[in-house]
């Protein structure tokens, strides 16, 4: 069992979303998890599977993704520190395939641990349930997503997401992220064609927005990506948003405040 690392990640998730406090720091440190590493484009979670423990991302990108649709539909995109599966400690059945969009680090932490300190903390238990609304919350806005918005719009805001809630966690603070997808996982995310994510890259490059390159995604105008989106990050209920989304204070360098937490037990 190993606790450091991914106490660290879950932390991370969890204070920018909600206030830490030394007790609950305690508890997370004694999480106890097992972890592995995969491979790009791995079934870390099949349609059927009944599960008795969540996955923990600590590096790379997962997601739910329907294969038994030809187009092989991508309805979310996982960064660090979420547990995209949180759901299966009141109902394990597995629905969706949970598959990895690059090489990635998972935790797996039982069932029983998420029970455990929602019992032991209430404010534990309220930051699950946020996780859980906010998971839901997102999955809303991606019907907006694939619903309301032109093909621009949609690549621009599902990279605004990433972005937002890789910075909340302390990462892409340069607005340079590792690509989560090759185009054809970025059109299955956007149900859009192959041809049609490549078309919009180009017309994002062409414009100085972005600069995409086989394993990186530097956003050079973030402001601009921001206003093609109509992003507002509300839904994600992020701590110190306000901070994402105010170009006219911040700029394009603004740097997501991400609330300060301190282990008490390493």
């Not at 629905?95 to 998972?106: E, N, Q, S, Y």
């Not at 919350?137 to 997401?161: F, K, P, Q, T, Y």
Request: include cysteine; charge should be neutral.
């Amino acid at each position: 069992m190993q606790t450091g690392f991914a106490f660290s990640r879950f932390a991370d998730r969890l204070a920018s979303i909600v206030e830490l406090s030394p007790g609950d720091l305690e508890l997370l440190a004694n999480m106890p998890s097992s972890i592995c590493h995969y491979g790009s484009c791995h079934h870390v979670l099949k349609k059927g599977d009944h599960p008795n423990h969540c996955c923990l991302l600590l590096q790379g990108y997962l997601c739910w993704q329907d294969v038994d649709n030809h187009h092989g539909q991508i309805t979310s995109i996982h960064v660090p520190g979420d547990v995209p599966d949180l759901y299966t400690v009141h109902d394990p059945r597995i629905d969706f395939d949970l598959v990895t969009l690059r090489p990635a680090v998972v935790a797996s932490v039982p069932h029983r641990f998420f029970r455990e300190i929602s019992a032991l903390s209430p404010s534990m238990s309220r930051a699950l349930l946020f996780l859980l609304l906010t998971d839901a919350a997102a999955s809303r806005d991606c019907i907006i997503n694939l619903g309301s918005r032109d093909a621009l719009a949609r690549v621009a805001h599902l990279l605004c997401e990433v972005t937002a809630r890789l910075r909340a966690v302390g990462l892409a603070r340069d607005f340079r992220i590792p690509s989560p997808f090759m185009q054809s996982g970025l059109a299955a995310a956007c149900g859009i064609s192959a041809i049609h994510a490549n078309r919009v890259i180009r017309e994002l490059r062409r414009a100085n927005i972005l600069q995409w390159q086989s394993k990186t995604i530097t956003i050079t105008n973030w402001n601009e990506l921001v206003r093609l989106a109509e992003f507002a990050p509300d839904y994600l209920r992020l701590r110190g948003q306000e901070s994402i989304i105010d170009p006219l204070i911040h700029g394009h360098n603004a740097t997501l405040t991400r609330p300060s937490w301190r282990p008490m037990i390493v």
